[in-house]
C-alpha cells in the first residue's frame, strides 16, 4: 500500500469514530430527555406559565441557538464577518424576545370559558408571532449559510 491509500484509510476510520461518538451523544440525549419527559410534562408544563417553565423553555432554545452559532462559525473558518452578522442577528432576535416576554400585559384569564383558559390580546399576540417568525428567520439563516458553503 502506498502513502496515500493508508492516509485515505486512516481518514475514514477517524471519521467513522467521530459518527459513532456523535451518535452515542444523541442517543444519550434522547434517553435523558425520555425519562425526564413525565416529570417536565408534570412539574413545570401541567402547572401553566410560570417563570420556571419560561426558565427551561428559555435555556433549551439558547442552547440550541448557540449550538447553531458555533457550527456556522466552524464552516466559515471563524470569519470575523460572520461572526459580526451572527452576533447582530443574535442580538436582535434577544431584544424583541425580552420586549415581546416583559413588554406587554398578561393574559386576561376566564375561569368558566370551556377550550383555551386565556385570551391573548392582539398586541401580543403579535409580538408572540413575531419572536416564532425570529427564530423561523435565524434557523433558516444558518440552514442557507450551512447549504451556501456545502453546495
Do not use: H
Not at 440525549?29 to 417553565?53: H, M, N, P, V
Not at 448557540?66 to 471563524?78: C, E, K
Not at 413588554?103 to 409580538?127: H, L, M, T, W
Amino acid at each position: 500500500m502506498d502513502a496515500s491509500t493508508v492516509d485515505d484509510v486512516s481518514i475514514a476510520y477517524g471519521q467513522r469514530i467521530d459518527r459513532y461518538f456523535y451518535l452515542a451523544a444523541f442517543v444519550v440525549l434522547c434517553y435523558d430527555y425520555t425519562l425526564a419527559f413525565e416529570e417536565e410534562i408534570q412539574y413545570i408544563w401541567a402547572r401553566g406559565r410560570t417563570k420556571a417553565s419560561a426558565c427551561k423553555f428559555s435555556t433549551e432554545e439558547v442552547m440550541i441557538e448557540i449550538t447553531l452559532i458555533l457550527r456556522v462559525l466552524v464552516m466559515y473558518a471563524f470569519d470575523k464577518r460572520m461572526m459580526f452578522l451572527l452576533a447582530v442577528i443574535e442580538i436582535l432576535a434577544i431584544s424583541f424576545t425580552t420586549l415581546s416576554i416583559f413588554g406587554s400585559e398578561p393574559p386576561q384569564v376566564y375561569k368558566d370559558f370551556s377550550g383555551c383558559y386565556s385570551a391573548i390580546a392582539n398586541s401580543r399576540s403579535i409580538r408572540m408571532a413575531g419572536v416564532w417568525e425570529g427564530l423561523l428567520g435565524t434557523d433558516m439563516l444558518f440552514l442557507a449559510l450551512t447549504l451556501y458553503l456545502v453546495l
